[in-house]
């Protein structure tokens, strides 16, 4: 087993801390993913795991498209502004 794929197997975390109101937006968005998915629970976790992979996606991966690439630009434009403060 290659260094690579050992630490493809294992996780990291990562925690985050954000303002309340920000939190209870990202659990109102969890609770509808739940009900348009028709699942009782969308964590958190598999939200932000789906917007990080969707985020690190490159030209040809799989399911990359303009829309990706126009989420990127989004973020960046806001990370940006965020900077910039």
Known sequence: MSASEGSERSKVRLTIDMPPALHRRLKQFANAAALELDVVDVPVSVIMRTLATRLTLRRGDEGYDLEVEKLV??????IKAQLDK
């Open 73 to 78: 630009d989004q973020v960046m434009a806001d």
